[in-house]
């Protein structure tokens, strides 16, 4: 466990249970619990969480879990263990239907909902053909390494904005990818993954939270769900940020931690902890 006043990662955990980051000041300002996509790690928000509020404390753990119901007890786990009694939660791609999933179940562990690039499952023939493809995909990461599907991912057209970034940031994406077992990511992909999951969109009306939907207003698909997500989860808000696609926090930090510093703010510090 690491302390600042201005969060500086200096190595990401390894697993939630047993090395959650966390950043804080002397005058705590709030918890906020980052959930990271598939095939990245918690240090994939450090440059969003250093545009946060220095007194805000970070957890950004590195999910282990290859099923919601693991993944569920993971987050229960480590707020357990750090006596986090109600956070904020902010979730991306799967940490955000892992957040969305969390926040039905236990809607009294938070105090703000935040997605990202997010969805609470596919349905129908839209679920089946990912299933298919996410089996597939896991397959070849078996066959064929960390390095080929690091290769594959960044390749995706839904991650095409991150070219903007320039190499330095690129760079560290691909590093982080890297880093992968290739054994856990084809785990993940057939327990976790976005074809595996059961949906369950009837479960969102428990959420009782204030809630943020982001998604990047050019990604389309997911533009789509957040307008979805918007209408299911009673009072949210939905927000579409400009220039960018699926990972919005990455393509565009200092408008999406604009808009989270904004949502934060909505539940006063004295809730918090």
């Given at each position: ?5 201005s ?9 939630v249970?047993a ?9 705590m300002?709030g918890?906020?619990?980052f959930l990271h996509?598939f095939s990245?790690?918690?240090?994939s928000?450090?440059?969003l ?7 805000m404390?970070?957890l950004?753990?590195?999910?282990r ?9 993971e ?5 357990d263990r750090?006596?986090?009694r109600?956070?904020?939660l ?5 940490g ?5 999933w ?7 562990r ?10 609470a ?7 089946e053909r990912?299933?298919v493809?996410?089996r597939?995909?896991?397959d ?9 599907f ?5 390749g995706?057209p839904?991650?095409?904005g991150?070219?903007?970034r ?7 994406l691909?590093a982080?990818?890297?880093?992968n077992?290739p054994a856990h ?11 595996a ?8 009306g ?6 943020l939907?982001?998604?990047?207003a ?5 533009a789509a769900?957040?307008?979805r ?6 009072g949210a ?13 990455l393509?565009r930090?200092?408008a999406v ?14 809730r918090?902890?």
């Amino acid at each position: 466990m690491q302390t600042a006043a201005s969060p500086q990662r200096e190595s990401s955990s390894t697993n939630v249970a047993a090395k959650a980051w966390v950043g804080f000041h002397s005058a705590m300002a709030g918890v906020v619990t980052f959930l990271h996509g598939f095939s990245q790690h918690g240090d994939s928000w450090d440059e969003l969480i250093g545009l946060l509020p220095p007194g805000m404390r970070s957890l950004a753990p590195d999910v282990r879990a290859t099923t919601l119901a693991d993944a569920e007890a993971e987050l229960l786990g480590l707020w357990d263990r750090e006596g986090v009694r109600q956070c904020h939660l902010v979730g991306y791609s799967q940490g955000g239907r892992i957040a969305l999933w969390v926040a039905c179940r236990h809607t009294e562990r938070l105090l703000t909902l935040t997605t990202i690039g997010a969805h609470a499952g596919f349905e129908g023939e839209a679920r089946e053909r990912r299933l298919v493809e996410d089996r597939e995909l896991a397959d070849r990461i078996e066959r064929r390494g960390v390095d080929w599907f690091a290769s594959h991912w960044a390749g995706l057209p839904m991650f095409a904005g991150l070219a903007d970034r320039g190499p330095a940031v690129n760079a560290h994406l691909d590093a982080s990818r890297r880093r992968n077992d290739p054994a856990h990511l084809a785990a993940t992909l057939r327990g976790l993954g976005a074809g595996a999951v059961e949906p369950f969109w009837d479960r969102l009306g428990g959420i009782a939270v204030p809630t943020l939907v982001l998604a990047g207003a050019d990604d389309g698909r997911y533009a789509a769900f957040a307008e979805r997500l918007g209408a299911a989860i009673a009072g949210a808000r939905v927000a579409l940020v400009a220039q960018a696609g699926h990972a919005a926090h990455l393509e565009r930090p200092a408008a999406v931690a604009a808009l989270l510093r904004e949502h934060l703010a909505l539940v006063p510090a004295g809730r918090e902890g």
